[in-house]
């Protein structure tokens, strides 16, 4: 399964040839000790708020007294599919304390079902800060947005979210400044991109930034050199795997989709060699940690319509046996290692330091409060029914999704309000219906603090009802889903809701840049056999283009300018400098290879250079949103949307004012594959409608037997539409008849004591009404 276009490649590969313009044109990998300029003086920077970057075990401890930590993290929004993905590695598995594994998420805010998040965090799970909408170099409000959404919608203490990553690994000096200043404790964005085994390694264990960074001086902005100076403000480092290329060949995130070696392809036994040759030598070095850093959408078993990657996931959990079977080998999360890095102390301690111990809310079964523990919060999730994303939340919808500008919306006026968790309780205590924190004894006893992540650095507290109080949805709660480490099943959105093909893009991306760099293309592929597939020129070809694109065997010359001013994923490819050489070129140009296929990207690229108004068919609305999603490009996503939504209203206001088929043009099986898009891109508010259409136009004999396209295709129903249709049929047409015709029952007639006394007057009644006219529920009154 390959979800990144083929021509992304670790950027790693690059990491020799990078040259830093100043200084004497340093050479050699992004945090060489030249680049660095870093000096520390340990009998001056003591634990636990200050640690000087060292490549030595911290607290003075031996190798042997040391641990060997396998940090696991995650990236992106949180989903049913993406903690099915995580529990498949991590769930049956347990550390040498007998205690559940834990680790740390990474979450962005678009397309998460906040209950999730809440259920995973009071899981024991830790949740950290990966921006609201996914953008590198993040601006402050996408930083603290995040805060205050979470606190907000997903329960979570504000102090408890300690970490920060930056998407795409893309941040600044500046970043980190703005990340101390909202009083987070930790930043994972860096890398260590040189092996242990190296003199000049730069896997220092975690440090803070009294005295600088040391990682990544060749390729972030004013860091390095003693910069930026941030008095006990932790960095993890991510620590990369290496394959027989040594330094030439790291693998960051998501190793398992990098081909190993310098090959073209991946191969599962390759990587699992280098995998466990690096673990091996942290384990026999330093005991520096090594970390799997994941994008679980890669791995998801439970995503509609993606064949599972078993050989994959079967290589992920035979490294994990494997190195379970070694002694002394802890499976944390950054938060678990940086609290022991605070307080190191020796194996013989481990069982009793109370940063890895086991945590499990004590709340009974029999208590009915939203607090994300499954068998408490059963029925009384609320569902915030959104067209673009839905989710559901314990503490109340807001009016609106949260913005960077507004991460705290306004509770709706449909239901009463729901309270948000106060500075004084924790989550799995706090009844956000009732108002009231059932916590009785010290054990659960919590404060939390207040953070300046407000306005002009404004103080926050979480609490009240956010905004001003009105109400929030009850809807009931979805199907059973996923469960948490060893825990009973969570409520979740049903799997494959809406279309995160966004987040499954940009995290292959992600996993593909490495440590060097954002992305490259041009990247040489090589093909199999003796006789190659010569690709074939599409109508689409600028002659002062700058860029090839390549998908199916067809060639498409467009301008970079165009494809990066509509698409941030675009934008963040072209952004890096290309190799001199070797890179495969036509007329002069990179050759960048995409796995959609030709027809849709022949219709981005036109309605990019070639705008229309006019209606359009549906397989150009379909490429609009599916590619749309995938590459970020605003505003052909914006506009398949809006074509939908105008033509498939919500409200019945609006719905008395559409002009039908004016933004999408007519076709025999038009309401087919529409029904089968929306289910597809899990565009809910469209699903009614669509199969509401289908079955006043065609009987069930023709649905199942389906509808020819001019094409000669045939269109039929997804299953799972065609299941719903039949059913809501079916309710339909019972609530008409209880409806309409209930007064021919005998006791609803006053004035006839027997059937018989008004039989004349019933056979009247009923010839207006038979045979029974085709109904439309949609249909104005006066017509």
Known sequence: MVFAPSFVFSALALVPILVAAQDGGITGPTSSPAAAGYSCDPSQCKLPNCNCASTSPPGGLSPSEVPQFIVYTADDAVQSYTLDSVNQFLAQRKNPNGCPIKMTYFTSLNYTNYTLVTDWFVAGNEIADHTMTHVGTP????????????????????????????????????????????????????????????????????????????????????????????????????????????????????????????????????????????????????????????????????????????????????????????????????????????????????????????????????????????????????????????????????????????????????????????????????????????????????????????????SLTGGGTGGSPAGASTSSSPTNSFKPFNAAPLNALPSGIWPTILIGCVGAFLG???????????????????????????????????????????????????????????????????????GELVEGCPVVHLTDTAADVTIVLDALCKRKTESLPINIIAAFIRLGQKYQIDAVLKEGLERLHYEFPTELDEFDEVNHWSTITPSDSLLID????????????????????????????????????????????????????????????????????????????NRCSTRIACSEAIQQQTAAFFPVPRWHGLSRWDK
């Open 139 to 458: 601006p402050a409000d996408e930083i603290n947005g995040n805060l205050i959404a979470l606190n907000a919608l997903a329960g979570i203490p504000l102090e408890a979210i300690k970490g920060f990553r930056a998407p795409f690994l893309n941040y600044t000096g500046e970043t980190l400044k703005l990340l101390a200043a909202a009083e987070f404790t930790y930043d994972s964005s860096s890398a260590a991109s040189v092996p242990v085994t190296d003199p000049g390694t730069d896997a220092f264990w975690p440090y803070t930034l009294d005295n600088g960074m040391a990682n990544d001086c060749l390729e972030v902005d004013d860091i390095c050199k003693g910069q930026p100076k941030i008095p006990g403000f932790w960095e993890i480092p991510m620590y990369a795997f290496f394959d027989e290329l040594g330094a030439a060949g790291p693998h960051l995130m998501d190793p398992w989709l990098d081909a190993a070696n310098g090959a073209s392809t991946v191969n599962n036994t390759a990587t699992l060699d280098y995998m466990q040759n690096t673990f091996t030598a942290h384990y026999t070095g330093n005991r520096q940690p090594i970390g799997l850093y994941t994008h679980p959408i890669h791995t998801s078993t439970t995503y509609p319509g993606v064949v599972p990657p078993n050989g994959t996931i079967a290589m992920i959990n035979q490294f994990l046996d494997w190195a379970q079977t070694q002694q002394d080998v802890w499976i944390v999360s950054n938060e678990q290692l940086l609290s022991w890095v605070q307080n190191p102390v020796p194996l013989s301690q481990l069982d009793t330091f109370d940063g890895l111990k086991c945590s499990t809310p004590q709340v009974s079964s029999t208590e009915k409060i939203c607090n994300g523990i499954p068998a408490n919060e059963a029925g009384l999730l609320g569902l915030c029914d959104f067209s673009d994303f839905p989710f559901y939340t314990c503490y109340g919808c807001p009016e609106e999704p949260p913005t960077p500008s507004n991460p705290n919306p306004v509770q709706t006026s449909i239901a009463p309000a729901r309270f948000r968790l106060p500075t004084n309780c924790s989550t799995p205590f706090w009844d956000p219906i009732a108002g009231n924190c059932i916590c009785t004894s010290s054990t659960c006893a919590f404060t939390d603090g207040s953070r300046p992540i407000g306005p002009n650095n404004a």
């Open 512 to 582: 593909a840049f490495g440590v060097a760099a954002r992305v490259t293309s041009g990247a040489k592929r090589k093909r199999g056999g003796s006789s190659p597939v010569l690709p074939v020129r599409s109508d689409i070809w600028f002659h002062d283009g700058n860029v090839v694109l390549q998908a199916e065997g067809t060639q498409f010359k467009a301008h970079q300018s165009i494809l990066a001013a509509n698409s941030t994923i675009f934008a963040d490819m072209f952004s890096v400098p290309q190799p001199a050489s070797g």
């Open 674 to 749: 529409i029904a089968n898009l929306a289910r597809e891109q899990n565009l809910l508010s469209v699903l009614p409608l669509a199969l509401h259409g289908c079955s006043v136009k065609w009987d069930a004999r023709k649905l199942t037997e389906g509808i020819k396209r001019e094409d000669q295709t045939v269109a039929t129903l997804l299953p799972m539409n065609e299941r719903a249709l039949f059913i809501a049929s079916h309710d339909r047409l019972v609530l008409q008849a209880d409806t309409t015709f209930l007064w021919f029952k005998e006791t609803g007639v």
